[in-house]
């Protein structure tokens, strides 16, 4: 069964500033991995999503960072802004169709 | 383009009772996720199906609970006989006919189920 290790458990970031969250997972051969953000009483929405044959994606404020090597990648939030604060999941794909989640990381962004 | 659709949106049961939580897929999907989330926590995979079939149900407990996915109409998640252990949030996930580890997964709004 894969592990998803999500870290920190919550996130307070004054407004401006960088949202950094990060996952380490275990041994695995797939090639996809999914961000989600959630909003209190709503469902997951995929922020972004990275696959291992690149280290870096960006959208807008949003970048995936991507280690293979050393099995961890982090979500980077620049400018962060009041209406980030969430919920933030890493996932990974955990066998067949199915995604393993983290933990989760409750972030708040203060004015 | 409506999304992933899930009634209802509260479901309250008292222990004994039968919980059905269902779920409609976005247009031109057809494969269902069923994930379990508890309070402060992340969500738990439960169960994936495709029309007609079980794919994998890995996740789900073995007693008391069932799935389907009928040619026709939505997905069902079948709680029987609900404990309080099983108050939770039921999210329901579709992806596209490819059915590839790297199709993206679209969440419903989830069913927030409370056990007396």
């Known amino acids: 069964q894969q592990q998803v290790k999500q870290s920190p458990q919550s996130l307070i970031v004054q407004k401006g500033g960088i949202s950094i969250i990060n996952c380490a997972y275990e041994n695995t051969a797939f090639d996809y991995f999914p961000w989600y953000q959630q909003f209190p009483g709503k469902g997951p929405a995929l922020l972004i999503a990275i696959r291992p044959d690149v280290s870096e994606k960006k959208e807008g404020r949003f970048t995936i960072s991507f280690n293979k090597s050393a099995k961890q990648f982090s979500l980077h939030i620049m400018d962060s802004q009041p209406g980030d604060s969430a919920t933030y999941f890493c996932?990974?794909?955990?066998?067949?169709?199915?995604?393993?989640f983290g933990t989760g990381t409750q972030l708040k962004v203060e004015l | 383009n409506a999304g992933v659709m899930q009634n209802p949106r509260h479901l309250v049961r008292r222990r004994g009772q039968e919980a059905r939580l269902r779920c409609s897929p976005m247009?031109?999907?057809?494969?269902v996720y069923w994930y379990r989330q508890l309070p402060e926590e992340g969500l738990k995979f439960m169960v994936y199906?495709?029309?007609?079939?079980?794919?994998?149900e890995s996740g789900m407990p073995k007693e008391r609970f069932s799935a389907e996915f009928p040619k026709e109409g939505p997905s069902i998640l079948r709680i029987q006989q609900v404990v309080r252990g099983d108050s939770a949030a039921y999210f329901c996930?579709?992806?596209?006919?490819?059915?590839?580890?790297?199709?993206?997964?679209?969440f419903g709004p989830g069913t927030r189920l409370t056990v007396l």
């Open positions: 199906l495709q029309k007609e079939n079980i794919i994998d």
């Open positions: 247009k031109g999907h057809s494969h």
């Open positions: 996932a990974c794909p955990g066998g067949g169709n199915k995604l393993t």
């Open positions: 996930a579709s992806s596209s006919t490819a059915g590839d580890t790297t199709d993206t997964q679209y």
